[in-house]
């Protein structure tokens, strides 16, 4: 069996699959580094953990407890937001592989660091296992220079400040699972708590809405989504580095819009005048980013949606819907998001390749 972890700054989630790639169990755990809850499968408990090895400790004392033995796990294999130019693919964690992803930490600091941990916790726990990992920014690496660059000069760029793209497993995920229905040209909308777009081509990304962090693209829960770079610096002037970060990723978006809720549920049964326009922002800025990703592909044969909101709400789909009507009737994919099986894919070849 395989173990899948996606860690967070204070949660990491569990999948277990076995050798035919079916789910077994999956659970996480919350609030890591104080008080928080446990959910494993359908049993859900309260605990106190100080840090990601603990949270690691309750999950696997989880699995034990109904039964499944340690010893039948053969992997772990990991999600990591950020990989830059050098990690492009699936990989197993090596030294040196743990040393590229720390350098990428001051490309992503808040979500490598957790990912790292998460390493540690195996290792300290189950030091006997191969660990993998897979990369949300690896999907997008192929795309070409022009789509990629910032007009910055070369010095700059030379630190690594260009576009990435993120929900790389994601879109990885989507492409496998439409297999022989993928259009030669897919429009594809991850709508979440994070939301991008994606240009696909023949399978391969060509260009994204998300660059150099996941704070570009259209509005989404608490990120604002595209934004000049003289107000960020105008909002660093009045709130401190830390303060415009907070402001920009965690207070903005549906959340700054409306001023009472980043979840999209709330905001579509709330009649005020500031939840109706939160809402409004939101397909207004997705449509916007589709016109511009449809102009790389040159055309488009199909959309699909995935992700929490992409999934589940048929009301904001059909008002996207209604607003690219222009392109004239295209198929309309719904695809689960489904990464930590893509994870596990990964992983399973890499394994099946040594």
């Known amino acids: 069996m395989l173990l899948v972890l996606n860690t967070g700054s204070s949660s990491i989630k569990l999948a277990l699959f076995n050798a035919a790639l079916d789910l077994v169990v999956d659970g996480t755990v919350t609030g890591v580094g104080g008080a928080g809850h446990m959910a494993l499968g359908e049993n859900k408990q309260d605990v106190t953990t100080d840090n990601h090895t603990e949270a690691l400790d309750c999950l696997l004392a989880g699995l034990t407890a109904r039964g499944i033995a340690l010893s039948e796990i053969t992997g772990a294999a990991h999600r990591v937001v950020h990989g830059g130019r050098s ?44 660990q993998f990992a897979s990369f949300d920014t690896a999907f997008h690496a192929g795309q070409p220079d022009v ?23 994601s879109y990885a995920g989507m492409v496998r699972q439409l297999g022989a229905n993928l259009p030669p040209r897919l429009l594809a909308l991850h709508l979440g708590a994070g939301v991008s777009l994606c240009a696909i081509k023949d399978g391969r990304s060509i260009a994204t809405s998300m660059g150099y962090s996941p704070l570009s693209g259209p509005t989404m829960a608490t990120r604002t989504g595209d934004i000049d770079g003289m107000a960020v610096l105008r909002l660093a002037q009045d ?116």
């Open 239 to 354: 709130h401190g580095f830390d303060g415009a970060a907070t402001l920009l990723n965690k207070e903005s978006g549906l959340l700054g819009l409306s001023g009472t809720s980043a979840d999209m549920r709330a905001l579509l049964a709330d009649t005020s005048p500031e939840a109706t326009f939160a809402v409004e922002h939101f397909i207004y800025s997705i449509v916007h980013q589709a016109g511009g990703l449809i102009a790389a592909l040159e055309g488009v044969d199909a959309i699909a949606f995935t992700g929490g909101i992409g999934e589940n709400s048929a009301p904001i789909r059909e008002r996207i819907m209604a607003r690219l009507a222009w392109l004239g009737e295209k198929p309309i994919h719904i695809v689960p998001a489904d990464e930590e099986r893509q994870i596990a894919i990964d992983a399973m070849a890499l394994i099946s390749a040594t």
């Open 87 to 130: 990690l492009v693919a699936p990989t197993r964690i090596t030294p040196k592989t743990l040393a590229r992803i720390e350098a990428m930490i001051p490309l992503a600091p808040l979500h490598n660091p957790p990912a790292l941990a998460g390493m540690a916790a195996v290792t300290a726990r189950l030091p006997h296992l191969p």
């Open 147 to 169: 789509a990629t660059a910032y007009a910055l000069p070369r010095a700059e760029r030379d630190k690594g400040i260009r576009r990435y793209g993120f929900h790389g497993l």
